[in-house]
């Protein structure tokens, strides 16, 4: 059975640092673009980042460009998203996603991806 999982989330203070983990199991995840995402009590999903399989294409969202980056290491089937800066608005749900789409795409587009980990929090608070 194929299972994304994500981790890493918790409590940071402003200005902090976190990094977050999309690991796979069950199916490589070579060949799929990876995306990030994260949802606000109140607010609708957000994509943030992503990667493409091939090449390491990298998309960020306007909100996050310059504090948070992506990457992706395949021997170990698994993704990163190292946070920085953190503020208060960056708390909230964070869902990685796997999507079988064109190899040198990135993109925020939640409707690309079909394999949804089940989320990890991030709450960013003094």
């Known amino acids: 059975q194929w299972q994304i999982v994500e981790s890493g989330g918790g409590l940071v203070q402003p200005g902090g640092s976190l990094r977050l983990s999309c690991t796979s199991s069950?199916?490589?995840?070579?060949?799929?673009?990876i995306g990030w995402f994260r949802q606000a009590p109140g607010k609708e999903r957000e994509g943030i980042s992503s990667?493409?399989?091939?090449?390491?294409?990298?998309k960020y969202a306007d909100s996050v460009q310059g504090r948070f980056v992506i990457s992706r290491d395949n021997a170990k089937n698994t993704i990163y998203l190292q946070m920085n800066n953190l503020s208060p608005e960056d708390t909230g749900v964070y869902y990685c996603?796997?999507?079988?789409?064109?190899?040198?795409?990135?993109?925020?587009?939640?409707?690309?991806?079909?394999?949804w980990g089940p989320g990890t929090q991030v709450t960013v608070s003094s």
């Open positions: 996603a796997a999507g079988a789409i064109s190899p040198n795409l990135a993109t925020l587009r939640h409707q690309s991806y079909d394999h």
């Open positions: 069950g199916r490589t995840l070579d060949y799929h673009a």
């Open positions: 990667i493409s399989s091939r090449d390491g294409n990298t």
